[in-house]
C-alpha cells in the first residue's frame, strides 16, 4: 500500500512541475521552442534516474519498497510522464499556433 502512495506522490510532483513548465512555455519564443522541449524531455529522463537512485539508497539501508519485479511500476509511471509530457507539447503547440 505505501508504494502506491509513493507512486501517487512520484507522478504527482512531476505533474506540478510539468504544469509550471507548461504554464511558463509562453514566455519561449518560437525559435527557441524545440530547445525549450528538448530540455523538458531530459529532464523527465533525469527526474526518473534521481527517483531510481534514491530507491537503490533506501534499499541499501534497509527500506525496502516493493515496486514488483524489475521496478516494473516505476518503469510504467516514466512510460505515463512521458505520455504526458507528449500530451503538454501538443498543448504548446497548439496554444503558439
Request: proline share 0%; aromatic share 20%; charged share 15%.
Amino acid at each position: 500500500m505505501k508504494e502506491n502512495i509513493v507512486l501517487f506522490l512520484i507522478y504527482f510532483i512531476f505533474f506540478i512541475a510539468s504544469y509550471i513548465a507548461y504554464r511558463f512555455s509562453h514566455l519561449v519564443k518560437s525559435k527557441k521552442l524545440i530547445l525549450y522541449i528538448c530540455v523538458y524531455f531530459v529532464l523527465i529522463q533525469l527526474y526518473f534516474e534521481f527517483i531510481n537512485y534514491t530507491i537503490i539508497s533506501l534499499r541499501d539501508k534497509g527500506v525496502y519498497l516493493e515496486f514488483e519485479h524489475a521496478y516494473i511500476s516505476v518503469l510504467n509511471l516514466l512510460i505515463a510522464a512521458n505520455l504526458t509530457g507528449v500530451l503538454f507539447v501538443v498543448l504548446i503547440y497548439t496554444r503558439k499556433k
